[in-house]
């Protein structure tokens, strides 16, 4: 299975434990960003993750925002 991982700023330090841990049970993950605290619009990593669930590079998404709200 691959997953598509994607987050705002406020998510991404989430996003990389989440990812550590998927890696260990051996999923393969296309990280979409972002990798820093620097103030991002959390749509439009959303959108990354849901085109590329579209395009059929993913089977699955994952995003993360800072409050969980946002991004639902």
């Known amino acids: 299975?691959?997953?598509?991982?994607?987050?705002?700023?406020?998510?991404?330090?989430?996003?990389?434990?989440?990812?550590?841990?998927?890696?260990?049970?051996?999923?393969?993950?296309?990280?979409?960003?972002?990798?820093?605290?620097?103030?991002v619009d959390y749509p439009i990593y959303g959108q990354k993750v849901a085109k590329s669930i579209i395009n059929n590079d993913s089977d699955r998404g994952i995003v993360i925002c800072g409050t969980g709200i946002g991004i639902s």
């Open 1 to 39: 299975m691959k997953i598509s991982i994607a987050s705002d700023h406020a998510g991404y330090l989430e996003k990389n434990k989440l990812i550590d841990f998927l890696k260990k049970k051996k999923v393969e993950i296309i990280n979409l960003g972002t990798d820093s605290g620097d103030s």
